[in-house]
């Protein structure tokens, strides 16, 4: 019997569906037609929902704002969405094209694999990117006289928090980009 060091393994590998998950989202936005990218659900109270092309850009932004949180290393990347409006207003996001979408999504795809293939033993750890960034906020409390203690005892978030919330964010977002596809016609079946 042949055993591994857990350790040791690529995250990707020892929590295989962490890749899946994020494939499964490029397959499904392969559905979004040009014609569909501006599509979004009309509700009979006027309620505001994102467009299929602004989940997508969505999901493209909260993977380089991941990507962005893990490192130091800066990337060219002009954010899709505005800022936030605040619950009760619809977001406003910049024009893009269907093939600049779709490559801002595929680029933000690339980017975030080199942290899924880090040492699983890396998880649980702080990365440069989260403890420069834990480090910048207590300099700017402690410049403010505020209480550092909570934040100190916390420490700096780790790759695996990072992860996870990036899936859990992304999940959401894709199975409603799957609903919207199928409301809208698309021939969006169970692509598992």
Same mark, same amino acid.
């Given at each position: 019997?042949?055993?591994?060091?857990?350790?040791?393994?690529?995250?990707?590998?020892?929590?295989?569906?962490?890749?899946? !998950? @994020?494939?499964? $989202?490029?397959?499904?936005?392969? =559905?979004?037609? %040009? &014609?569909?990218?501006?599509?979004?659900?009309? =509700? %009979?109270?006027?309620? #505001?929902? #994102?467009?299929?092309?602004? /989940?997508?850009? *969505?999901? $493209?932004?909260?993977?380089?704002?991941?990507?962005?949180?893990?490192?130091?290393?800066?990337?060219?990347?002009?954010?899709?969405?505005?800022?936030? +409006?605040?619950?009760?207003?619809?977001?406003? =996001?910049?024009?893009?094209? *269907?093939?600049?979408? !779709?490559?801002?999504? &595929?680029?933000?795809?690339?980017?975030? /694999? +080199?942290?899924?293939?880090?040492? !699983?033993?890396?998880?649980?750890?702080?990365?440069?990117?989260?403890?420069?960034?834990?480090?910048?906020? @207590?300099?700017?409390?402690?410049?403010?006289?505020?209480?550092?203690? /909570?934040?100190?005892?916390?420490?700096?978030? $780790?790759?695996?928090?990072?992860? =996870? #919330?990036?899936?859990? *964010?992304?999940?959401? *977002?894709? $199975?409603?980009? /799957?609903?919207? @596809?199928? !409301?809208?016609?698309?021939?969006? &079946?169970?692509?598992?």
């Amino acid at each position: 019997m042949t055993t591994h060091n857990t350790a040791e393994m690529r995250i990707c590998d020892a929590i295989w569906s962490i890749g899946v !998950m @994020l494939d499964y $989202t490029q397959k499904i936005a392969g =559905f979004v037609t %040009p &014609e569909l990218l501006d599509w979004r659900p009309e =509700f %009979p109270a006027g309620d #505001f929902a #994102f467009s299929l092309g602004e /989940q997508l850009m *969505h999901i $493209t932004d909260i993977r380089m704002w991941i990507v962005s949180q893990l490192g130091t290393e800066k990337h060219a990347y002009e954010r899709w969405a505005g800022p936030y +409006p605040g619950i009760d207003q619809p977001w406003t =996001f910049r024009a893009g094209s *269907h093939s600049e979408v !779709m490559e801002a999504l &595929e680029s933000s795809r690339q980017l975030v /694999q +080199p942290w899924i293939e880090r040492p !699983m033993g890396e998880l649980s750890l702080p990365t440069a990117g989260t403890v420069a960034a834990w480090e910048k906020a @207590l300099a700017a409390m402690r410049e403010k006289g505020e209480d550092t203690s /909570q934040l100190e005892a916390k420490g700096a978030g $780790t790759l695996g928090s990072a992860l =996870f #919330f990036l899936l859990a *964010h992304e999940n959401g *977002h894709r $199975t409603v980009t /799957q609903t919207m @596809l199928r !409301m809208a016609g698309a021939p969006v &079946e169970r692509l598992a």
